[in-house]
């Protein structure tokens, strides 16, 4: 079992830059696919940006270009870099874990993820 850890969200003007970082303890995270998702007040979470076992990434269409995900196996962590910050990024963002069938598969059904960080709050402001 692995334990998530998010950190690094804060307050930020529009357009300016954040990196998320995920720490993985209990297990090595390069064993699971990786996620992060986001939950804006009144709204339902949604997913951000994934990444396999192998290193394939995707992401949603609202950040896609802006943001970029990566893994660090020697630090057992996973980033989220977010450029080019919009005041409808403002949500609390979540790291999340799963054993993936394929070390190609990655989720975005945040259903299919089995293990959660604590969330971390990013505020843009305009």
């Known amino acids: 079992q692995v334990q998530l850890e998010e950190s690094g969200g804060g307050l930020v003007q529009a357009g300016g830059s954040l990196r998320l970082s995920c720490a993985a303890s209990g297990q090595p995270f390069s064993t699971y696919a990786m996620g992060w998702f986001r939950q804006a007040p009144g709204k339902e979470r949604e997913f951000v940006a994934a990444?396999?076992?192998?290193?394939?990434?995707h992401y949603a269409d609202s950040v896609k270009g802006r943001f970029t995900i990566s893994g660090d196996n020697a630090k057992n962590t996973v980033s989220l870099q977010m450029n080019s910050l919009k005041t409808e990024d403002t949500a609390v963002y979540y790291c999340?874990?799963?054993?993936?069938?394929?070390?190609?598969?990655?989720?975005?059904?945040?259903?299919?993820?089995?293990?959660w960080g604590q969330g971390t709050q990013v505020t843009v402001s305009s």
């Open positions: 990444i396999s076992r192998s290193g394939y990434t």
């Open positions: 999340a874990a799963t054993r993936p069938i394929w070390r190609s598969d990655y989720y975005v059904d945040e259903n299919q993820y089995d293990f």
